[in-house]
C-alpha cells in the first residue's frame, strides 16, 4: 500500500511539473546574453534656431552590439554602442554651414515584450549618450562675384564646442528565433535632448546641432 501511495505521488509531482513547464516560459539560468546588428539611419538635422524645415534627411549606415541583461521572463535591460556618420550636411539650396559627423553611440534601453506569450513583438524606451569622434564642420564664406548667382565657398574647419549629447529613444520590434538564436528586427525613433555646439569664425553666435532620426536595424543576438 506504502508503495502505490509513494507511487502515485511521485506520478502527481510529474503530472504538475510537467504542466507547470508548459504554461510558463522557460528561463535560461544565465540572464546575461549580447548580439550585433546592423541598419540604416534615416536622420533629419536640426540647426541653428531655425529649426530642420530648411535642411534635407540623410540615410546612414549604422551598426553596434548589443549587451542584454534579462530582468524576467518578458523584460530585460540592454545596451548597445554603436557608430553612425552623416556626411555633407547643408541647407538646401545651400546654407551658411556644412558639416560631416562621426558619432559613438551608447544607448541605454528597457524592452518589454507586450503579447500574452512573452515573445516576439516587444517595445522599448531609453535614452541615448551621444559622443562626436570626428567632424568637419565650415561655415560659408561670401566671395565678391561679378556674376551671379554665387556659388558656396566654405572656410577651415572648425572644431565643436561641445562633443556630447543626450538623446530620447522609443521604438518597437519583433525577435524570430532561429534554432537557438533569435533575429531581431527593430524599427525605433530618436530625438536629441541637448546639442553639439559650434562656435563661429567671423562672430560670437555659437551655433546648436541635433538630430531627428528613424532607424530600422536587424541583426543575431544570442
Known sequence: ??????????ISLIIDSVQAQQTSPAIKSNPWGWGVFAGVNYSYPIVGTEGPAHFSPQANLV???????????????RVQPSWTRVSNITAIGGGSQRFSLSTLKIPVLYRNYVLPTHKLLFLEV???YN????????????????VAPCPPFYGSEIPPLTKSAVSGIAGLGVD?????????VTLRYERYL?????????TDRKTPVQFETVSLTTGINF
Open 131 to 146: 559622443r562626436i569622434v570626428d567632424s568637419n564642420y565650415r561655415e560659408v564664406v561670401q566671395p565678391n562675384c561679378i
Open 194 to 202: 541637448s546639442s553639439y555646439l559650434f562656435p563661429s569664425a567671423y
Open 176 to 184: 524570430i528565433p532561429v534554432n537557438r538564436v533569435t533575429i531581431p
Open 63 to 77: 551598426t553596434g552590439a548589443d549587451v542584454h541583461y534579462r530582468l524576467n521572463y518578458r523584460a530585460s535591460l
Open 126 to 128: 531609453g535614452v541615448s
Open 1 to 10: 500500500m506504502k508503495k502505490i501511495y509513494f507511487t502515485f505521488i511521485i
